[in-house]
C-alpha cells in the first residue's frame, strides 16, 4: 500500500529553519514526482514546492522562492523540505503528497501523509 510519513516539524522562532522528511514506501519512488502542501486553520490547502522523478526539476510558489528548498533521495525514498527564515505566517500542518488530476480537474490518483505541524512563533 502507498504510504507517505511525513517528520520533522516543531517550534521555531522567526527566522529560524527547519527540514521535515517524507518517507515513502509501497510504489517505485523514483517513478514519481512528489509535492508538498500545507494547510494552516480557516485557510485553504496550498501548494508549497514540487520536485521531478530525479531531483533535477523544481517548483515552488511565489512566497516559499528563496526561502525553501524541495530535494530527494531516491536511494532512500524519502523528500525533503528545507524551511529557512520561516515567518508566523509559515504556521501550519505540512503535507507529503504524490498525485495527479485529469485533463478536467479529476483526480486520477491521490495520497497524503498524516501531516506535521510547522508553528513559527517568538
Same mark, same amino acid.
Given at each position: 500500500?502507498?504510504? $507517505?510519513? !511525513?517528520?520533522?516539524?516543531?517550534?521555531? =522562532?522567526?527566522?529560524?529553519? $527547519?527540514?521535515?522528511?517524507?518517507?515513502? %514506501?509501497? /510504489? @517505485? /519512488?523514483?517513478? +514519481?514526482?512528489?509535492?508538498?502542501?500545507? =494547510?494552516?486553520?480557516?485557510? !485553504?490547502?496550498? /501548494?508549497?514546492?514540487?520536485?521531478?522523478? %530525479?531531483?533535477?526539476? @523544481?517548483? +515552488?510558489?511565489?512566497?516559499? *522562492?528563496?526561502? /525553501?528548498?524541495?530535494?530527494?533521495?531516491?536511494? *532512500?525514498?524519502?523528500? +525533503? $523540505?528545507?524551511?529557512?527564515?520561516?515567518?508566523? !505566517?509559515?504556521?501550519?500542518?505540512?503535507?507529503?503528497?504524490?498525485?495527479?488530476? @485529469?485533463?478536467?480537474? %479529476?483526480?486520477? +490518483?491521490?495520497?497524503?501523509?498524516?501531516? @506535521? =505541524?510547522?508553528?513559527?512563533?517568538?
Amino acid at each position: 500500500q502507498v504510504q $507517505l510519513v !511525513e517528520s520533522g516539524g516543531g517550534l521555531v =522562532q522567526p527566522g529560524g529553519s $527547519l527540514r521535515l522528511s517524507c518517507a515513502a %514506501s509501497g /510504489f @517505485t /519512488f523514483s517513478n +514519481y514526482a512528489m509535492t508538498w502542501y500545507r =494547510q494552516a486553520p480557516g485557510v !485553504e490547502r496550498e /501548494f508549497v514546492a514540487g520536485v521531478g522523478r %530525479s531531483g533535477g526539476s @523544481t517548483y +515552488y510558489a511565489d512566497s516559499m *522562492k528563496g526561502r /525553501f528548498i524541495i530535494s530527494r533521495d531516491n536511494a *532512500k525514498n524519502t523528500v +525533503y $523540505l528545507q524551511m529557512n527564515s520561516l515567518k508566523p !505566517e509559515d504556521t501550519a500542518i505540512c503535507y507529503c503528497h504524490i498525485g495527479e488530476r @485529469t485533463p478536467s480537474g %479529476s483526480p486520477w +490518483y491521490d495520497y497524503w501523509g498524516q501531516g @506535521t =505541524q510547522v508553528a513559527v512563533s517568538s
